[in-house]
């Protein structure tokens, strides 16, 4: 037994058929593992749609940055066509490409004007209005219109 090669499913020895005699170096398994995917492996008869980002060798990072682009674009795409175009905080940072938190400081100060929205009226409340902050698209553009100048 001096020939026993430990390998990580097993042990191979050199005679027997179908075996590799190729020994795995001590960190290439843990390497292999690492460059899977994170989380729990799917099952092999669940179709995927999508493909990984992980199978073309880009990171977690990049498909992360590629969903909030398709989310960025899609409020804006989806309601081209309505006259008028309510967006949330997040929507309207992502239309002017700042903070939400400038945004914020925007409407309170009353730069933007918010749109109130009334909730009916149920035997939990008896009045109220919703608390996201919503925001006229209109009111941006016009707020960008005043914001420009004229060269001189």
């Not at 949330?88 to 903070?99: H, W």
């Not at 409340?125 to 100048?149: C, H, M, N, P, Y």
């Amino acid at each position: 037994m001096d020939n026993d090669r430990s390998q990580p499913g097993g042990v191979s020895r050199p005679g027997e058929v179908g075996e590799p005699e190729v020994t795995a170096l001590p960190l290439s398994d843990a390497a292999r593992r690492l460059r899977r995917p994170s989380g729990r492996p799917r099952k092999a008869s669940e179709p995927s749609s999508a493909p990984s980002s992980h199978s073309n060798g880009h990171s977690k990072l990049a498909s992360s940055a590629q969903v909030a682009e398709r989310q960025a674009l899609s409020p804006f795409r989806a309601r081209a066509s309505q006259a008028c175009e309510l967006l949330t905080v997040k929507e309207a940072a992502l239309y002017l490409r700042v903070s939400t938190w400038l945004i914020r400081q925007l409407v309170t100060e009353g730069y933007l004007p918010r749109i109130r929205l009334p909730l009916p009226v149920t035997a939990h409340r008896r009045s109220g209005e919703l608390r996201k902050v919503l925001i006229d698209r209109a009111d941006i553009d016009g707020l960008i219109a005043s914001g420009k100048t004229r060269a001189a």
